[in-house]
């Protein structure tokens, strides 16, 4: 064998222990999912390389690389698409072009990424709205909001927050062609999140006189508590998003200061004072009995009150939407809550789907068995569609 082709064994074997990834026995089209993973890790890896070289930081030159997959305002043969700004928050407004002698629904949507990447503009989000409001005869609004690290908590919140509530004004929804009685808020991962904290926030709300009639939350982050869950456990190193990460977008959501990302991760990060909180995100209660099968619960360790002191957000019910008490919850509207087998995120899903059944909400519980958290943006994988496809259905049958 000569040396260039020794080399050129080398480099494939390298690459191909670069790519391949141990995926569970139910996967669908491996290979496909392995190429994602490939695409994600090597993002990852770029941005972790720029910031420990000091020239960027690591969330900018994520969202930076991510941007590229933008797509520009365009309408189609089914779809009116336009940008304006709610409240000056910058958002896409899609309309179907075919005639409606009924007032249309109306699908509030909010993008994920960490709080920290994304935004309407992003090829997938983009598609997501123009199939929703054609397939479904909807006006969809597919808002922005600023991102960290540049900006934390609880500007995110505010500002998507802002954004629906010039939505849900008589004059603008009228202007839009969309029933007041037909209005829902829908977001993933960390969209869900705000999805599911605005919701709540209206409720409070004596201003705004129109109510949503639906939320639906796909993969939702809900409590910053315990990142120690059996999801976490059992999803810490699978593809996408494992544990490190979700705890670095969930400490930028609040802060650049990294200790409170150590902290996290080794789950050492709430006060004793205020550990009356766990009662809400503790999944020994709230999960069904095949999500703890071979775990058993420990009381996170107790934090330093200094953390919680300087950055007070992870605390917050607006942030952490499982921390509502249920009394709140008990007033929420119909709900559908998407959650994946292989996702650190998962359990939030089921214990947010357990809390509001006990609370008497109408709950419908979507678990992709073969599912992984991020996959409704991966367009070339057919789970991805079969998801979309489920989310559209019962909006069409719910909205």
């Known amino acids: 064998m000569g040396r260039k082709s020794l080399y050129l064994l080398i480099a494939g074997i390298l690459a191909a222990c670069y790519i391949y990834t141990p995926l569970p026995d139910n996967t669908e089209e491996p290979w496909k999912m392995m190429w994602v993973n490939t695409y994600v890790k090597t993002i990852i890896y770029s941005a972790s390389f720029v910031e420990l070289l000091g020239l960027n930081h690591f969330m900018e030159t994520f969202n930076t690389i991510m941007s590229l997959n933008n797509v520009p305002v365009t309408s189609d043969e089914n779809v009116t698409v336009t940008e304006t700004k709610f409240n000056n928050i910058p958002v896409r407004v899609y309309v179907p072009k075919r005639k409606s002698e009924a007032l249309r629904r109306g699908v509030f949507y909010i993008h994920g990424g960490g709080w920290c990447l994304g935004s309407a503009a992003l090829k997938k989000y983009d598609l997501l709205s123009r199939w929703t409001a054609d397939r479904l005869d909807a006006v969809v609004i ?11 908590f609880p500007t995110q919140f505010q500002d998507v927050y802002n954004a629906l509530r010039w939505f849900l004004r008589k004059e603008v929804l009228a202007e839009y062609g969309v029933n007041p009685e037909r209005v829902g808020v829908s977001g993933d991962s960390a969209g869900g999140n705000l999805a599911a904290a605005v919701t709540q926030q209206l409720l409070e709300d004596p201003d705004v006189k129109i109510k949503l009639k639906i939320q639906s939350l796909i993969y939702p982050a809900l409590q910053t508590l315990d990142l120690d869950s059996p999801s976490y456990q059992e999803n810490a190193q699978f593809p996408v998003l494992s544990k490190s990460l979700t705890a670095r977008f969930w400490s930028e959501y609040f802060t650049t200061d990294r200790s409170l990302e150590k902290a996290m991760f080794s ?18 209660s709230l999960l069904p009995e095949r999500f703890k099968k071979g775990h058993v619960y420990s009381s996170p360790r107790q934090g330093s009150s200094e953390l919680a002191k300087k950055y007070p957000g992870f605390l917050d ?12 919850l008990r007033s929420l509207p119909q709900t559908y809550v998407i959650t994946c087998q292989y996702d650190v995120l998962r359990d939030d899903g089921l214990m947010y789907v357990t809390r509001l059944q006990n609370a008497g909400v109408r709950v419908t519980h979507n678990h992709v068995e073969d599912g992984f958290h991020g996959v409704l943006s991966f367009l070339e994988l057919s789970i991805s569609h079969r998801m979309i496809s489920q989310y559209i259905n019962w909006l069409r049958e719910n909205l």
């Open 142 to 152: 597919s808002t922005n909001y600023r991102l960290a690290p540049k900006h934390h």
């Open 267 to 284: 789950n050492q990060h709430v006060p004793v004072e205020s550990s009356h909180l766990f009662k809400f995100v503790n999944w020994s």
């Open 317 to 328: 019910v607006r942030a952490a939407p499982l921390l509502a008490d249920d009394s709140k």
